[in-house]
């Protein structure tokens, strides 16, 4: 139960700040709904909702799996016609998906698990139209060294702090994590300018799963606390994400 409202947590952080960009995006270029690709998008958690506001949206994804259930969503919430799943990875994407063919592009939880993040920053570069939207959402660094230190593995919180990837050993599952100084780089050597900068999760993988279970209210104040402090730089520097919002 508090995995899935904290998913739901970050998911409506993302999807909020993700709106207002699209609605800035579809008063430069009126005429209907959006043409997003969501690259790594799964069973469709952003692509399907944004379906049902009137945008067309190509979800890339290598799970042929992912791509069965993307499509078993859109035919629940009747938008099959304006969701289309295509198997591939972010180094396919050009050819994939057209380039300059995008409004708007997701990379959620993929530049982390890619073989070469500053390539797939390029692809994703090729496919937007000129003043196309990012919203790019990844792993940061010192969000697991606090977690790590905390659960008293004090020796794999000082690996994660010094790691080039952000890794706290051999056995860590996540490829890679970033910085904020280190990523908005990447973006800009990409050709990306990076607006806006949020912090997703900077409390809620730190308050005890037993107090939001229980205590009346707390999942509706963890969520105002989150959304409070998402613009602050110094909460925001330890999200366990960042969402970045940039355009080409």
């Given at each position: 139960m508090v995995d899935r409202r904290r998913r739901s947590l970050r998911t409506a952080l993302v999807g909020e700040a993700l709106r207002v960009a699209l609605a800035g995006r579809s008063r430069t270029d009126p005429g209907g709904g959006l043409d997003i690709v969501d690259l790594g998008g799964g069973t469709g958690g952003f692509a399907v909702p944004l379906a049902v506001e009137g945008h067309r949206v190509t979800v890339v994804d290598p799970s042929p799996d992912a791509l069965a259930s993307l499509e078993r969503r859109a035919s629940d919430e009747g938008v099959s016609k304006l969701v289309r799943g295509v198997q591939g990875d972010a180094a396919e994407l050009p050819g994939l998906a057209g380039e300059s063919s995008a409004d708007a592009v997701l990379c959620h939880g993929v530049l982390e698990?890619?073989?070469d993040p500053v390539q797939a920053l390029q692809a994703?570069?090729?496919v937007l139209r000129e003043g196309g939207v990012l919203s790019l959402l990844v792993a940061?660094?010192?969000a697991v060294v606090l977690a790590r230190a905390l659960a008293g593995h004090l020796a794999e919180a000082r690996i994660a702090l010094q790691d080039p990837d952000g890794r706290w050993g051999p056995t860590d599952p996540m490829p890679r994590r970033f910085d904020e100084a280190g990523i908005t780089a990447q973006l800009a050597d990409a050709g990306f300018m990076v607006h806006t900068?949020?912090?997703v999760r900077t409390f809620a993988d730190l308050v005890p799963a037993a107090f939001v279970d229980s205590e009346p209210g707390a999942a509706d104040s963890?969520?105002?606390l989150e959304r409070?402090?998402?613009?602050?730089p110094a909460f925001r520097a330890l999200a366990t994400q960042?969402?970045?919002l940039a355009t080409r």
């Open positions: 698990v890619v073989d994703m570069a090729s940061q660094r010192n900068v949020h912090g963890l969520a105002e409070a402090a998402s613009q602050h960042l969402h970045i």
